[in-house]
């Protein structure tokens, strides 16, 4: 089976940093796009950032210019480094990685079981 393992959430003053990673085992065959994704209460979960394996990044607007995100291949790991966050921030963040568990096979989509992230303001 394969496991995507997050850390780094947390409470934080607004206008703090946090950093958040995730990291995929078990059988990978490959690991394709990966990403980030925060779903508030009462809202739809919404992607925040995402990074091809060539590294190729896109972000969501309300993001863009705070948030970085990496990955280190070798480790089959994702990162997200958040900067000046706000109040609205606040949700459980989610990891997503598409993954192909045997050579030739298609990629199927995996998720974090995700962290809290609280901005106090």
């Known amino acids: 089976q394969v496991q995507l393992v997050e850390s780094g959430g947390g409470l934080v003053q607004a206008g703090g940093s946090l950093r958040l990673s995730c990291a995929a085992s078990g059988d990978i065959f490959s690991l394709n796009d990966m990403g980030w994704y925060r779903q508030a209460p009462g809202k739809q979960r919404e992607l925040v950032a995402g990074i091809t394996p060539g590294g190729t990044r896109n972000y969501a607007d309300s993001v863009k210019g705070r948030f970085t995100i990496s990955r280190d291949n070798a480790k089959n790991t994702v990162y997200l480094q958040m900067n000046s966050l706000k109040p609205e921030d606040t949700a459980v963040y989610y990891c997503?990685?598409?993954?192909?568990?045997?050579?030739?096979?298609?990629?199927?989509?995996?998720w974090g079981q995700g962290t809290q992230v609280t901005v106090s303001s």
């Open positions: 997503n990685a598409k993954i192909v568990r045997a050579i030739g096979g298609l990629p199927s989509n995996y």
